[in-house]
Each structure stands twice: as structure tokens, then as C-alpha cells.
């Protein structure tokens, strides 16, 4: 793991944005895949705001979204991407996958997604941040990880953490979400992890640290050859 240390989340925010624009100039059919959250928000913020790059040919896929929100709501993760990046940027409709919460079939609905991202020649970058307790995407702790996309059970402070976006509600917070497995995140072609905050110290430590361990899913990005983790002071602070 390459692990770089910025003094504040703009600054990391404004080279992980130059990064993204470089990585775009070179290969317009760029393949991201991207997170939502609080960390990506200044993040997506200075792709909005930065120099101007053409998105017109960039495809995305998004980590994860929640079972049983429609993509119009507003507290749906697509909605979200919407606001927050491929509205403002312009990226075409066409070019945005989601996993949908609301497939009728949402075995299947991991699987279409699955082909998908092999149909679009694999993500080239994949952009992730980090639950406290040590989750990617939606793979939570627990004895065993899921390989490829699919039905997650959210812990309780996964949803704690996630109720800003329903009006502070935690309960309000679906139970389940559609995720990226550990498998489709690991074979993306480079991975960059941002952690911002002292709330993710610990958790930092541990992944870049610790043992490889399904208690800690972010810690298999171990075993990916070309990962950059981005961390502020706070975030970093316990290494
Ligand atoms: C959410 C998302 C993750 C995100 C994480 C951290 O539950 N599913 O993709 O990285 O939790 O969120 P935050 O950046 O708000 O701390």
C-alpha cells in the first residue's frame, strides 16, 4: 500500500481530483468505481469545481445501494451521485450503473451487474472509503466475505452512520443494501482508499497494519498490487 499523508481533507481532496482529470485526459473511456458517504463529498466537490475535464465517454459503476429505494428518492446513493458529481460534470446517463435496491430479482440483479462491469473491460480505478468498523463498500466484519455483488445485512452502526440521509433516522435506514463483493473490488486495476478524520484512525491502522482478517474487510486491499491510501493528519494519526 502506498500510503499518503495530506494536512487537510481539501488538499487531499484537490490531488485526488487532479489525479481523476489525469487519469480521464489519458483514457476518456476511463472505468471508475465510486463511493458515496461523507469522505468522497470534498472529493466530488473539487471535480465540480477544478479545471474542466470531458466525461463524456467515462463509465461508472457505484459500490453499493440500498434494498428498496427507488433511484428517484432522494436518499437513494444514485440520487446522490446525481447531486453530488454526474450531474454537475456531465456524465452521460447511459454511462452510470447502479446496482438496482429495487430489482425484483436482486440475485440476479447482482449477477447483470457482475456482467456488466466485465462487459465494460473491469474498473480501471476504484475509489472507496471506510466504514469505522472496518467495511468496504457494504462488506461488513463477520466470519466470512462475499466474492462477487451482492445482498448485504447492514450492522447497526453501519446504518447509525448512514441516517444523516434519512432525516437523522436510523431506523429509517434499510436493513439491506446491493454491494460490490471483495472480489469485484479487488480486481480493479488500481484502488484508492480516502480516510479522513480522527474517527477512522484506528480503523486505518489496523487495515495498513493489521492482520488480513474478515473482522476487517478493508484490510484484504493488502493483497492488491496498486493501492494509494489517501489520509489527512487525523486520519492518519494513529500510524
Ligand atoms: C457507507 C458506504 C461506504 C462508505 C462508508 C463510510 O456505509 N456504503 O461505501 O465508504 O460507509 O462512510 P463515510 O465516508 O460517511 O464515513
Redesign the pocket.
Known sequence: MTIQIFDDVRALSAELAAGVRAAVTAKPSLVLGL??????LPFYHALREGPAADWSQVRTFN??EFVGVAASAPES?RAYMQRELFGPVGVPAAHVEFLDGRAGDLEAECERYERAIAAAGGIDMMI?????NG????NEPGPYLHARSHRAH?QPG?RQ??AAMFGGDAARVPEA?L?MGMATILEARAVVLMATGV??AGVVQAMADGHITTSLPASFLQLHPNVTVMLDREAASRR
Not at 472507496?128 to 469505522?132: A, F, N, S
Not at 467495511?135 to 457494504?138: D, K, L
Open positions: 463511493p458515496t458517504g461523507r469522505t468522497p459500490l453499493d446513493y472507496l472509503g471506510i466504514g469505522t467495511h468496504i463498500g457494504f447492514l453501519t452512520a448512514n443494501a454491494s474517527a477512522k
